[in-house]
């Protein structure tokens, strides 16, 4: 598929995923829409072009594995699993209902393709990085992917983790920043600024870049950077936006971090998101 | 009792470890500058492309514990009992709830640490550690017993915390002694008390029998290295074998061995034993010689002596 072919396709399937999210919070009546929104696009183009995994190796020691540390965007994680084949689109209603495998938050052994347990923030990273030191220690070549939110990074065991990862030189972990600017009480440059996150991770001996995390080509050359360059782990900070793709979230980025859409609300955001539009 | 000298169960544990380590070739370990003091560093020494200083960041050394677990390998997370257990949150989710393959590793467990005081004193860790489902509890009571839960917790795949002593401990079993997780060990039958003990203070404790049998109590000593899973069945058969439980721990009496003890008895219909919880009585610890602090909180023989002589009035 030439690069074209693959941005329409990435751009009509998150257009899809998107409301697939929408759906599945609406019909728990809890979830946080904003943050699953503004990561989809990361996560999808990660599952469908650069994670070296799959529904029928999903236990496969020699995996590339992703973990998704900001645990609260994980209707995205599952949208884009169950996209992939693993496991069925019939369970996405079942979010957050009693008995289903699809917990609120990420956990280990409920469906394939979640890798730990998540949703106290800042511990990801930590875990990443041994995944990535075990990997080292097979030999098997794995990469380990991970998520952080902006606010998550506000935990000072992510720069724990920052540190050992370059101590280690851990050139096969690379670690996504979704920054999408808002936390629960407010604006990240509120709440507890932190820019430069790049400077930040660059003096902690990290190799960054910093991307639209909306725009497909960007994230394709963003992975393709953190697959090639060697030495030291990788860190891509991806702006987005809280809500992306719905114009009345994108307007109101701190009130969208954990409150469901009610029905009305997820009709006019359906309205806006047809698959046959194509995005960016 | 074996010909074995006196020995911390830390020094048992860095030992065993660096023997398992050939044998178990998943097995690494971390530790977060206190390799020297843990004695993870035997290991190091052997085996050093599978041991990660993580420095001095307890919480990271957790979490990357938990990715080597998940990532197939069976981590061992060392450090002091306070600090290692202090990062409960990250254990609570990161290794138990995920399923991590991991070992957590809590030495200088109790005011048996001494001079150091209270802010190095792991006093509520029991508490915290057997409140996580799938965590198993081990506190060993001498080098040969460390020995064994080592190599069970070296094959067993799962979250465990494993409480060790920094001061030397006098062996209580034979070369014959063969640990079983989740069994009361019975060192010595009695029927007028049976002292549950466990960890630093278990070797006082059968000093303690002899010096009960001298006033003519006859005193059950039962070792206790199984927190958790714990023996109920155990428990609730001695609870109509004597009048009385003590429970001895170098642990805050709350939420320690004796409070896992007390919810068996509260339970258990036809219980004849009420229970005395002797430990750490919800109290800081302080600086001291180890012996000193031993002597203060009673849990020495002579103080378990008057600990069991007083609750039975005798």
């Not at chain 2, 409480?163 to 640990?179: E, I, M, N, S, W």
Request: hydrophobic letters at 40%.
């Amino acid at each position: 598929m030439d690069r074209q072919a693959t941005i329409a396709t990435l751009a009509a399937t998150c257009t899809r995923l998107r409301r697939d999210i929408l759906e599945m919070i609406t019909h728990a009546g809890s979830g946080h829409p904003g943050g699953s929104l503004s990561a989809v696009d990361l996560i999808e183009t990660l599952y469908s072009k650069h994670l070296r995994q799959g529904a029928q190796r999903a236990n496969d020691p020699t995996r590339d594995r992703f973990v998704l540390s900001k645990g609260h965007g994980v209707p995205a994680l599952y949208a884009v699993l169950a996209h992939h084949g693993y496991f069925s689109r019939d369970l996405l209603p079942t979010l957050r209902k009693l008995g289903s495998p699809l917990q609120g938050h990420p956990v280990v052994g409920t469906v394939p393709g979640i890798e730990a347990c998540t949703g106290s923030l800042g511990q990801g990273l930590s875990v990443a990085v041994g995944m990535a030191l075990g990997a080292r220690l097979d030999g098997n070549g794995a990469r380990v992917w991970c998520m952080m939110g902006d606010g998550e990074i506000q935990e000072g065991q992510v720069w724990e983790a920052m540190m050992s990862a370059s101590k280690y030189r851990l050139d096969n972990l690379v670690a996504i920043v979704d920054s999408n600017k808002a936390q629960i009480d407010g604006l990240v440059k509120d709440v507890m600024p932190l820019e430069s996150i790049e400077e930040k991770a660059r003096s902690f001996g990290w190799l960054t870049t910093r991307i639209d995390g909306h725009h497909y080509g960007h994230i394709l050359d963003a992975y393709e950077w953190a697959e090639k360059a060697e030495g030291a782990p990788k860190l891509i900070v991806a702006d987005t936006i809280k809500g992306k793709g719905v114009s009345f979230m994108e307007s109101e980025l701190v009130k969208w971090h954990g409150v469901a859409t009610n029905k009305e609300q997820l009709e006019k955001a359906l309205a806006e998101l047809d698959p046959e539009v194509l995005g960016s | 009792m074996s010909e074995q000298k006196p020995k911390a169960s830390r020094q048992a544990f860095g030992e065993a470890l660096a023997e398992l380590g050939a044998k178990h070739t998943d097995l690494v370990v971390l530790d977060a500058d206190l390799a020297k003091s843990t004695k993870s560093e035997l290991f190091a020494k052997k085996f050093p492309e599978r041991f990660f200083e993580m420095g001095i960041a307890e919480q990271n050394m957790v979490g990357v514990a938990a990715g080597l677990g998940l990532a197939g390998k069976n981590a061992f997370c060392c450090s002091f009992a306070c600090f290692v257990a202090g990062r409960f949150e990250t254990i609570k989710i990161s290794v138990a709830y995920s399923g991590g393959n991991v070992k957590i590793v809590g030495t200088h467990a109790g005011v048996g640490i001494g001079p150091d005081g209270y802010s190095q004193m792991g006093l509520e860790d029991l508490a915290l550690m057997r409140t996580l489902p799938t965590m198993e509890v081990y506190q060993p009571a001498d080098e040969l017993e460390t020995r064994q839960i080592v190599e069970y917790l070296a094959t067993h795949r799962g979250a465990g915390y494993l409480r060790l002593t920094r001061q030397d401990l006098t062996p209580v079993h034979g070369p014959a002694y063969k640990f079983v997780p989740g069994k009361l060990d019975v060192l010595a039958e009695g029927k007028d008390v049976a002292i549950l003990a466990t960890g630093g203070p278990t070797f006082h404790a059968v000093d303690a029998r002899k010096k009960l049998a001298a006033v003519g109590i006859d005193a059950a000593v039962i070792n206790v290295p199984s927190i958790k899973p714990f023996d109920r069945d155990g428990i609730a058969t001695w609870a109509t074998k004597v009048p009385l439980f003590v429970s001895v721990e170098d642990h805050n009496v709350l939420g320690g061995m004796g409070g896992a003890v007390a919810e068996v008895l509260a339970e258990v219909a036809g219980a004849r034993a009420r229970l005395h919880r002797h430990g750490i009585p919800d109290v800081f610890g302080e600086s001291g010689e180890p012996e000193d602090l031993y002597r203060k909180f009673k849990l020495d023989a002579d103080g378990i002596v008057a600990v069991v002589r007083e609750q039975l009035g005798r």
